[in-house]
């Protein structure tokens, strides 16, 4: 069984971490050893979030190493360029297209980079950067909160892992009032990418 | 049957398996979410004390009373606890008692990065140190049986990253409610061993010292800790989530992975150095193992390669083995990263805590604060919080700095969860010892920053059972305070008036700014918007620090989505540019 690790990155309140989780379960039902890792405390606070996610036959540390995370699930595009040392050369940077501007940003006293530039930060790994119009599909929808589910549905694509386990994971792992929305966010998000993969 | 579970999960779970009956803490992060599990078991009782030595203390009376009890908290939580963990050290227990205690290398949220190993040395009590969340809920059992087979309390130390990490843990199918061997059963009245006068204490000594001897011989053979044999050239000693690290950097070696960190099985420990040419301790913060190694007369190198600052992972085992030659060094790639904007915590979009504040900024008060969301008052642009120690520390510092006569307007803030856990005698203290400084209880319902625990101004218990409210100023009325005002931190030109005049009254005096947590009540109102015409570009909104609020071209605008309407923007713009959305 191949090693594969996921990195997320994120603000906090976007989901990260119930994405993050859906995901270990599905690497779980799939017969992988899984670790997950995360920083929580003042993530709720508006603060960066990040997530380490683990498969492979088995898997000492829940922390992913520098230069190994062959996936990036970017939910907001500068939280997403913070972490290039981090990416195997090959790897995939699925990125929300999605801007929270940060405090200093707000203050008028920094720069949010412009998206050719989060893009050249994060290919000098040698990753590929595929740009997800998760927030744009999540509104449609009627949403913005499923924004990541629709990244889990792009991700799903690059992976051989059977489509109904993630879908079985999804309506297991949401609230189950938005069951059938989030279905149809992680649906969208593959077929979004089935297109231009 | 296989579940995905966090440390703490496992921990709950475990203590559900082990029998464990009561529960006890008080919310830290990371150690918080123990309890809130267990107390979701049947026939379990859980509760919030108001403090981390109270929570012991219930947790000794339990054990004493014969009943198996968990007691968890955060690693400056037993500090807290400190007294009462050295007293039931000397008396141990008729039940069993097992501390869950959750250090925080890189102080992800802690005011220190203390390392409680030593806790155990100096309390002279067993340390357990799971590696993962399976061993999580196994080391609970193990726990519990050393607890009371050596009639002593076990500490189970956690970390960050092994509480908030998740993997694989096996269920146990009929969860096996074992019957203590000690029944609960009426107090059995010991005055000898439970007395700690001197003459009692005397004599309970030597039993301590014995037992720690008992428990080290244990050690020896006891089934977490173990020889992992490997080559002979490296001989590692680890325990904990570092272990998991030092796997994946030293594939080959000689392991011995302790599951228990104090007392330490020095046969092993020389068993190890006989079969390898150097022995090489890998520990997070302190040199904890490695001193002990090293008084057996066995050279281990430690320290001098892996830094007792802040926490590991596999990146930097690796950069720190391949600098001292123990493993051939990586390529190292560079990356250009352009100086990004960092994206810090702040209060969030409505919090009644922005309104103080920023009341207290613009009074330019020094203001002496406290733990707990409302830290986050110290940071730009609201920058009005000038100290931040320990819990329940603003109270006794303001009064320490007005009573050396400082002429600047102060202000203790603390919060209302804050105030119960250990404002309450240093608010007597002020009144008491005739001080005249003004305390700011920042009153939100809940323990927030945790993320919504109860407590006792909040009308409910652990166990979701109504609960009687306490009223913060009531307890200030009861202690003799006569200057006391409750306001709406949104009411900005009444919370001025109010802290100005408290401030010069030149009599002690309290403030209960209350408002609950919207975060936890989801309190939303319309959003509110900005007519660029109107809008001077003054920068007062800015200044509040609101996230939803953003400067553009001509002026600022609010993201409706982000905004909950609290309206506290509008108060504070003086060109009346800033109206809700009807």
Avoid at chain 1, 14 to 20: E, K, V
Avoid at chain 2, 75 to 90: E, I, K, P, T
Avoid at chain 2, 230 to 248: K, M, N, P
Wanted: glycine share 10%; hydrophobic share 40%.
């Amino acid at each position: 069984m191949k090693k594969i690790d996921f990195l997320f990155a994120g603000v906090g309140g976007q989901g990260t971490i119930l994405a993050s989780d859906i995901l270990a379960e599905v690497g779980l039902r799939c017969g992988y050893a899984v670790k997950k890792s995360e920083v929580h405390g003042m993530s709720q606070r508006g603060g960066a979030v990040e997530s380490h996610v683990r498969w492979g036959e088995k898997v000492y540390s829940p922390l992913i190493e520098e230069g190994s995370a062959d996936y990036l699930l970017g939910f907001e595009m500068l939280e997403a360029a913070r972490w290039p040392h981090f990416l195997a050369p090959g790897a995939t940077a699925l990125v929300n297209r999605h801007r929270i501007m940060p405090p200093a940003v707000n203050l008028g006293q920094a720069r949010y980079p412009e998206e050719k530039e989060i893009e050249d930060i994060l290919s000098q790994a040698g990753a590929r950067v595929v740009w997800v119009e998760g927030a744009a599909k999540a509104r449609e929808l009627g949403s913005p909160a499923v924004a990541g589910v629709v990244l889990l549905g792009t991700l799903s694509n690059y992976l051989a892992e059977p489509v109904e386990i993630w879908r079985a994971v999804i309506e297991e792992m949401v609230p189950p009032k938005f069951k059938e929305l989030n279905v149809k966010a992680f649906q969208a998000g593959r077929e979004m990418t089935a297109k231009n993969k | 049957m296989k579940k995905i579970m966090s440390g703490n999960e496992a921990i709950a779970y475990g203590a559900y398996l082990a029998g464990i009956k009561m529960g006890a803490g008080y919310p830290g992060t990371p150690s918080t979410e123990i309890l809130e599990n267990f107390a979701r078991y049947p026939g379990v009782y859980a509760e919030w004390s108001v403090n981390e030595k109270v929570a012991l203390d219930v947790g000794v009376g339990a054990a004493y009373a014969g009943a198996r009890a968990l007691v968890t908290m955060k690693h400056v939580g037993l500090n807290v606890a400190a007294d009462s963990l050295f007293y039931v050290a000397y008396t141990g227990m008729k039940g069993s008692l097992v501390i869950v205690n959750a250090d925080d290398p890189s102080l992800h949220s802690s005011q220190n990065e203390q390392d409680n190993r030593h806790y155990a040395r100096f309390a002279k009590v067993p340390m357990l140190e799971p590696a993962d969340a399976e061993e999580a809920k196994c080391f609970v059992k193990y726990a519990v049986e050393i607890s009371e087979t050596f009639d002593t309390p076990v500490i189970i130390r956690t970390t960050t990253r092994l509480s908030h990490s998740r993997a694989v843990v096996s269920l146990e199918e009929e969860p096996a409610r074992e019957a203590s061997p000690a029944e609960p059963a009426a107090y059995e009245r010991n005055p000898a061993k439970y007395v700690m006068v001197p003459a009692n204490a005397r004599a309970r000594h030597p039993v301590v010292e014995d037992r720690l001897k008992k428990l080290a011989a244990y050690a020896e053979t006891a089934p977490f800790n173990c020889l992992e044999d490997g080559d002979s050239a490296l001989g590692i000693i680890t325990s904990g989530v570092v272990y998991q690290y030092a796997r994946e950097v030293f594939p080959t070696a000689t392991f011995l992975k302790l599951g228990m960190v104090y007392p330490l099985p020095a046969g092993l420990i020389r068993e190890l150095a006989g079969r390898v040419k150097q022995v090489l301790v890998i520990e997070e913060l302190d040199p904890f193992l490695e001193e002990q190694v090293r008084l057996l007369g066995i050279p281990a190198r430690g320290k001098d390669i892996f830094p007792n600052l802040y926490e590991f992972s596999p990146g930097r085992v690796r950069q720190c083995a391949a600098e001292a030659g123990l493993i051939s060094p990586q390529e190292k790639k560079t990356f250009s990263i352009p100086a990004l904007p960092a994206r810090p915590p702040m209060l969030c979009p409505g919090c009644g805590h922005r309104g103080v504040f920023y009341a207290l900024q613009r009074l330019r008060t020094a203001t002496f604060g406290d733990i707990g969301c409302y830290t986050l008052g110290a940071a730009p642009p609201l920058s009005a919080l000038h100290t931040c120690g320990c819990m329940g520390a603003s109270i006794g510092v303001v009064h320490g700095v007005d009573k050396v006569g400082v002429k600047d307007r102060t202000v203790a803030v603390i919060g209302d969860s804050t105030f119960f856990h250990s404002g309450v005698a240093p608010l007597i203290n002020v009144f008491y010892n005739r001080g005249t400084s003004t305390v700011i209880v920042l009153d939100n319902r809940v323990t927030a920053m945790t993320g919504h625990q109860p407590h006792p101004g909040s009308g409910k218990t652990l166990m979701g059972e109504e609960a009687p409210l306490i009223s913060v100023e009531e307890v200030a009325r009861g202690i003799g305070f006569k200057k006391i005002d409750v306001v709406d931190p949104y009411d900005f030109k009444n919370v001025v008036e109010t802290i100005k005049e408290h401030v010069k009254s030149g009599e002690p005096s309290v403030i209960v700014a209350r408002h609950p947590c919207v975060l936890y009540t989801r309190e939303r109102h319309a959003p509110y918007t900005v007519n660029l015409q109107a809008c001077n570009e003054c920068g007062n909104c800015l200044r509040i620090g609101c996230s939803p609020i953003g400067k553009v071209e001509g002026g600022v605008a609010i993201d409706a989505s982000l905004c909950i309407g609290c309206g506290f923007c509008a108060a504070v713009c003086n060109q009346n540019a800033i109206t809700q959305v009807s």
